[in-house]
């Protein structure tokens, strides 16, 4: 099994979900985001302002591209609690619909 680095004295390993025996949720893959660190903090943060922590892993030797050109070339993979993938796969993929009250508001 994986070994993951939520804890600690950070803010995402008290935000980060625990069971009923106050052992931390596991982190389930949610998507890999390529492009600039912009790209990756968008997608971050897009999902925790709908209260879901975000797990950001570099791909490959990212931390080394990271040092060197300032962000992951090969892109960051996104993991969220596995309790929670579903919420958060909802959230990506919903369609924005318009309320027909704000429409006739805008006219």
């Known amino acids: 099994m994986k070994k993951w680095n939520i804890g600690g004295p950070g803010a995402l390993s008290k935000r980060w979900p625990k069971d009923e025996n106050g052992v931390e949720i596991t982190p389930a893959f949610f998507q890999h985001v390529g492009g600039s660190e912009l790209d990756v903090e ?19 030797d990212g931390d080394l591209g990271r040092v060197i050109i300032g962000y992951s ?3 960051v993979d996104l993991y969220v609690p596995e309790t929670m993938l579903e919420d958060a796969q909802n959230i990506v993929s919903a369609d924005i619909v318009e309320d027909e009250e704000s429409a006739d508001d805008a006219e």
């Open 42 to 60: 968008m997608a971050a943060n897009l999902i925790e302002a709908y209260g879901i922590p975000v797990l950001r892993k570099p791909v490959l």
């Open 73 to 75: 070339g090969p892109g």
